[in-house]
């Protein structure tokens, strides 16, 4: 019923930079939260950022200055802009969205995850 598809992962040197991209597709009436998730080797998937309907936003304290969470309501897409990368930060990061359906059913959809590797 609703696609996410995550883009923008990859391998990075310390203090790079990446832009993490999720589009969402499907029977969409309209999207609550969006946010990003990660989870390292060997850990529970936490929450690195979210952004409501109307732009505010929350931030895990650990990336808080070097990320930015933004979306574009149109595009039914959200970004996550990573600064000052640390080899801490490796992990796959997934795209989360509280999705009201057509139906006015409402559903929370993940997408795939795509992969953010920090090294030298």
């Known amino acids: 019923q609703v696609q996410l598809v995550e883009s923008g992962g990859g391998l990075v040197q310390p203090g790079g930079s990446l832009r993490l991209s999720c589009a969402a597709s499907?029977?969409?009436?309209?999207?609550?939260?969006m946010g990003w998730y990660r989870q390292a080797p060997g850990k529970e998937r936490e929450l690195v950022a979210a952004?409501?309907?109307?732009?505010?936003?929350n931030y895990a304290d650990s990336v808080k200055g070097r990320f930015t969470i933004s979306r574009d309501n149109a595009k039914s897409t959200v970004y996550l802009q990573m600064n000052s990368l640390k080899p801490d930060d490796t992990a796959v990061y997934y795209c989360?969205?509280?999705?009201?359906?057509?139906?006015?059913?409402?559903?929370?959809?993940w997408g795939q995850g795509t992969q953010v590797t920090v090294s030298s």
């Open positions: 989360n969205a509280v999705v009201v359906l057509t139906s006015r059913t409402t559903v929370s959809s």
């Open positions: 952004i409501t309907s109307g732009g505010s936003t």
């Open positions: 499907g029977s969409i009436f309209s999207i609550n939260d």
